[in-house]
């Protein structure tokens, strides 16, 4: 069982730009979930999505858009890449949204030059 | 708003030298409390989940524990292979969001 993959694993990137991180999860969970993590700051939520079809805007969604088509996939894009979107960014799911656990991908480490 | 603060920010024992870890935490209704470990250049990796006052959960030389105020994270007799940094996050009412602490850099010598 691979869980969760992100991709690309690491990436620098000029200002402006825009990039999608891709984020696949293969246990058929219905919510997902972006995370970013910053040194002193800890994890903080960017957007989810409870199921297929449904997105919502979590702790710090601004410069950032998802998507969900379907179950499995659910992409993070940024249109115009800034400096202060520098961080490791993670993906993560759960089978339901009250209570249940969490899991995590490996981690996009993303450089905004 | 919900909020967790995790001590100590580090913490160095000796192999064989029991401690815990705290997580104090302020929530609206309780929906879980999560304690994840996290390795360098790694994806958190879910440790426990407890939903209410008095749970305990076990794995290995882990013990986690859950109090209406805070949740301890005891260590017996850590090997090396136990350094990590370990993250807590809850789940509270008015959300689906997990709020994390800033976790405890935990390091274990030989």
């Known amino acids: 069982i691979a869980g969760i993959t992100q991709a690309p694993t690491s990436q620098i990137l000029a200002a402006g730009r825009r990039m999608t991180l891709r984020c696949t999860q293969d246990?058929?969970?219905?919510?997902m979930y972006w995370y970013r993590q910053d040194l002193g700051l800890g994890l903080r939520l960017i957007h989810y999505s409870n199921t297929a079809g449904t997105t919502g805007k979590g702790e710090v969604p601004d410069g950032y858009s998802v998507s969900r088509a379907n179950t499995d996939d659910f992409p993070l894009t940024l249109a115009s890449a800034v400096p202060s979107q520098t961080s490791v960014y993670f993906c993560?799911?759960?089978?339901?949204?009250?209570?249940?656990?969490?899991?995590f991908g490996p981690g996009t480490r993303l450089t905004v030059l | 708003e919900d909020q967790v603060t995790q001590s100590p920010e580090a913490l160095r024992l000796q192999e064989g030298e029991s401690s815990s870890l705290n997580c104090s935490y302020t929530?609206?209704?309780?929906?879980?409390l999560f304690w994840y470990r996290q390795d360098p250049g790694k994806g958190p990796e879910f440790l426990f989940t407890?939903?209410?006052a008095g749970e305990e959960k076990e794995k290995e030389r882990l013990k986690a524990t859950l109090t209406k105020k805070e949740s301890f994270l005891h260590i017996t007799a850590p090997k090396p292979e136990d350094s990590a940094t370990y993250l807590c996050?809850?789940?509270?009412?008015?959300?689906?969001?997990?709020?994390f602490g800033a976790g405890t850099i935990l390091r274990v010598k030989s």
């Open positions: 929530v609206s209704g309780l929906r879980g």
């Open positions: 993560a799911s759960s089978e339901g949204v009250w209570g249940h656990t969490q899991y």
């Open positions: 246990m058929r969970h219905n919510a």
């Open positions: 996050a809850v789940q509270g009412g008015r959300g689906n969001k997990l709020v």
């Open positions: 407890l939903y209410s």
